[in-house]
Structures are given as C-alpha cells and as structure tokens.
C-alpha cells in the first residue's frame, strides 16, 4: 500500500482526507512543515501533500527544504490550496510539484489526481532504474559506477578493468545467445567475488570494471584478482564447454586510488594501459599500472596459481562430468571420490598438488608426450599407496596427497620434482609445481 504524507495546519482538513484515503493508502498527518520534516527522518512516503498558506513555513519554504536533501527531493508532491490564485499555482510547478489540489476537496478528484502523480513517478523510478543498470548483466552502467567511484566510500582502493580473451569468437561461431549466457556468467561471477553488485560495471561489449575499496594490501588484492580470474574461467568453461573447443581467458589490468589517480577518467586510462601490457604479453593474467614488466617465471608462476584454484573449484563441483581442462573422465571421478572419502573423515589432512613442465618446445607434440612419460613414472615411484594421481592437460599433473599435512606434502613433491630432472637431460626443461590444502565440503 503506498504511503502518503499530508501536511496541513487545518485540523479538520487532515481527519477529512485522511477518511477519504485511508481505504486505499496508508495516510500520516503533520500539522506544520517543521513537525513534517522530523517526521521525514523517521519515514519515507511515495506522496506529499503539501498546504501552501501555513503559518511560521508556509507550503514554499517547506518544498525548497525537502529539494536540499537528495532523499526527499525524489518524492513527488501536490500542493494543497484554497486559493484560486494563477500565479502561486504557476510558481509551485514552476519549482517542481507535480499538480494542485484545491480546498475543499472532491474526493474522487483527489484520488483520481493522487493516482495519476503515483503511476507518473512510478514510470519514471523505472526509467531511472533502467538507464543505472546494464540491461543484459543488471551491473551498473558507466555513469552509475563514477557515481559510486565519487562516494566517501571509494576514497581508497583498486580499479580494474577485465576483458575476455577469444571472446570473439564465441560470438562468431556460436551466436550471440551464447555471447550473451557467457557475459551474465561472468557478471554473476564477479557479484559473487566482490560482494557487492555496485562495485561492478559492464563497460561495454566484453569490457567490465570493478572497484574494491579499502586500504588493501598487493597480497590480499592479487588474492582476489586470482579467484576472479579463476573463478570466471572455470564457470566459462562450464557454460561453452558443449559448444567449443578452445579455451576463453581473463585478462586484468589495475590501477590505484589515490595513488595514480583519484578521477574515473585517469584510473581508466591507466587500467586500460596496463589490461593492454596483458594483451601483449601472452593474455590471461593480469597488470599493475605501476609496476615493472613482469618476468617469465613471474608470469609461469601466476599462471600455475590460477591453474590450481581452477582445479579446486573443479574438484568441488558435485557433478562428475568434465570440467573446462580435458581431463580424462575416469581420471577426474577417481580424483573426486578420494578428496569426498577422505574429506568426510575427520581430522584427516589432504594436499592437492599441481605439477607443471616448463621450457618445452610448444610446437612439438611427440616432445610433450616425452616428458609426460618421464613426469609418469616420477610420479608412480613417488606416491605412497592411496595417494591418486592423473594427466591434467599435455604438460600437467595433479596429485592428491591423502592424509597429508604441508610438510610432508613438501617432501613428496619436491621427490617428485628431484626424480624428474633426474631423468631429464634437457636442463632447460624443469618441473614446477604449486600445492594447497584441501577443505572439505
């Protein structure tokens, strides 16, 4: 039921609006615009209706007042008269009510008009909210998110600007139905991220930026560029993973508030510098805009992290199907019975392990399946019995590490890695690997 609120110094002219509207509004009375103004910090009505000739503040000065506050000035208001005067009638348009009411009232006049101001504002709260909001993803449009980046709020933290690689082609070949499923995805993904739907904008086509406020470390800000990367892939993956064959990426760039900049303007240009450096780079990852070229192994190392959430998130999943990697089926469902049998034993840790071979030609298949052999048998003579291991894509392997603290899921994977350069007589080819503790359901 919408509420309105009528302010009238006549008593006898509120009791007899108020019988009238009370069958089809929730109805508050104030006898003077001061009184009416304290009662607004206590309520929000969808209607005013205002007297004009009051004494101590008339109907005017209160208007101008509710105009000074951002929350009050978005509530329409018919001013109430019983004048005939052209001219205050004139002014009070002119300062932005919505209609006049004259005194003594006609009842069916007076709903009649209150319901025509109601459904006009209650159009336009739609259009404003539909030009706020993307319409595919319901994110923030770009005015929206400057809005947002100006608050109190957003004094500190990182822009970024995220962009899909390859996205093209998946308009391309498989229409723009599953361009679009994918682009609300992805902005489902980043809501669930950054916990806050305002925080995210869509850009435009693939192009989305983000705000994380605070005064946040690098660590902590990777940490989450890492889950929003691999997060996004994973759950991509999952949706395309009927129709294509090849891989879509994420790639980031960030800037920093106050530090490079305090303008939406300049915190874009700047993340979009460093989105590009990613672009150039090989894609999928993400850049500081202030920060030095990353090195090769920097860029293996991130990669390998990204890799390994992905393949948490994997595990995680209660379906059994194949996930975004081509893992292979029976691999993947002893994978997932393990980690749930001994996740539901107690006070049993588990390590999952990521192993990945670095520095092999990228053209030579026969060369891959080389190594693979030889990164099969290290594996094999490694793991203690109950321990379970599978490929995980040409040059990959994950192991899962039951009943296994961090310490000695160390000494495993380092007697892994110390029995595969043992067999390798290439020096430039070397095995890498990442390792996380696994948490149960």
């Known amino acids: 039921m919408k509420h309105i609120l009528m302010i009238d110094d006549v ?31 206590e309520l929000t009505p969808d209607l005013i209706m205002l007297d004009i000739n009051m004494p101590q503040m008339d109907g005017y000065e209160v208007f101008a007042k509710l105009k000074e506050n951002p929350e009050w000035a978005k509530i329409p208001v018919i001013f109430l008269t019983a004048e005939s005067d052209m001219a205050k009638e004139v002014k009070g348009l002119s300062m932005g009510a919505m209609d006049f009411i004259r005194k003594p009232f006609d009842p069916q006049v007076m709903k009649t008009r209150i319901d025509k101001v109601l459904s006009l504002n209650e159009q336009r709260l739609e259009t404003e909210g539909s030009a706020r909001r993307d319409s595919l993803t319901n994110l923030s449009t770009r005015k929206t ?20 690689d390859n996205f093209k082609k998946v ?24 916990g806050n739907r305002d925080r995210v904008c869509r850009i435009g086509g693939d192009e989305f930026a983000i705000f994380i406020p605070g005064k946040i470390s690098r660590d902590e800000i990777r940490n989450t560029i890492r889950r929003l990367i691999a997060t996004s892939e994973f759950e991509i993956g999952n949706l395309i993973a009927d129709y ?27 993340a979009d510098k460093a989105l590009y450096f990613v672009k150039q780079n090989g894609k999928r990852g993400y850049h500081f805009y202030d920060s030095e070229p990353v090195s090769k192994e920097d860029v293996d190392a991130e990669d390998n992290m990204i890799d390994l959430m992905q393949l948490q998130r994997l595990i995680s999943e209660t379906e059994t199907k194949d996930g975004p990697y081509n893992v292979e089926s029976e691999g993947f469902k002893r994978i997932y019975r393990f980690v749930a049998r001994c996740m539901d034993r107690k006070n049993q840790d588990v390590q999952i392990v ?20 030889t990164l099969t048998g290290a594996v094999s003579n490694s793991l203690r019995r109950g321990d379970v291991a599978t490929a995980f894509g040409k040059a990959q392997y994950v192991v899962i590490l039951l009943d296994a603290n961090e310490e000695n899921g160390i000494k495993v994977a380092d007697r892994i890695k ?24």
Not at 145 to 164: A, M, P
Not at 354 to 373: A, C, H, R
Not at 428 to 440: A, C, F, R
């Open 11 to 41: 008593a006898t002219n509120l009791i007899c609006a108020a019988e009238v509207l009370r069958e089809d509004y929730e109805v508050s009375t104030a006898k003077s615009g001061k009184q009416a103004l304290l009662m607004l910090g």
């Open 145 to 164: 998110f400057e809005e947002y980046l100006s608050s109190e709020e957003c004094e500190n933290g990182y822009f970024l600007i995220l962009d899909l």
């Open 171 to 194: 308009n391309d070949s498989y229409g723009h139905v599953v361009g679009d499923a994918v682009l609300v995805k992805l902005a489902s993904v980043f809501e669930e991220v950054v």
């Open 244 to 270: 294509s064959d090849y891989k879509v990426s994420v790639s980031v760039g960030i800037s920093c508030k106050p530090e490079d900049s305090k303008s939406f303007q300049d915190l874009y240009s700047m």
């Open 354 to 373: 990521l192993f990945t071979i670095n520095g092999v030609d990228s053209n030579s298949l026969d060369k891959y399946n080389e190594i693979m052999k």
């Open 418 to 441: 110390e029995v595969f350069h043992d067999a390798v007589s290439n020096k430039d080819i070397t095995l890498v690997y990442e390792m996380k503790s696994v948490e149960g359901a």
